[in-house]
């Protein structure tokens, strides 16, 4: 029996040698896979910041764009301004000019009046 025994105690240490073997090969597997997947995870996370980086750098660009718009806008109503200034004058002298215009025409018409009277 006491062979039967000390057989059976080799063979249970050889059983947890290779569980052991086992669980060591799964735990350094496992952690192979958990610092690939970190290593991936970086990636992605760098890639990802890049990304908005590049979409801030746009955004940046489009906001100077509509800067210069803006600034385009303001000229354009700046000389809409002074256009209007300039029509303004320039319809105060046709009105000037036009009634001037008026005048000497009514004038005519009455020396038109008195000579056809005098005839």
Not at 13 to 31: G, K, P, Q
Not at 72 to 89: A, L, N, T, V, Y
């Amino acid at each position: 029996m006491r062979l039967t025994l000390k057989s059976l105690q080799t063979e249970m240490r050889s059983s947890f040698a290779e569980m052991s073997l086992r669980i060591d090969n799964v735990e350094h597997n496992l952690t192979e896979r958990i610092d690939r997947i970190f290593l991936r995870l970086d990636a992605h996370i760098k890639d990802t910041d890049f990304r908005f980086r590049e979409v801030d750098l746009r955004f940046d660009k489009m906001d100077q764009r509509f800067d210069k718009m803006d600034q385009r806008f303001d000229k354009m109503d700046q000389r809409f301004d002074e256009m209007g200034q300039h029509i303004g004058e320039v319809v105060s002298a046709i009105n000037s000019y036009s009634s001037n215009i008026e005048n000497m025409l009514a004038n005519h018409e009455t020396r038109i009046t008195a000579l056809e009277k005098r005839h």
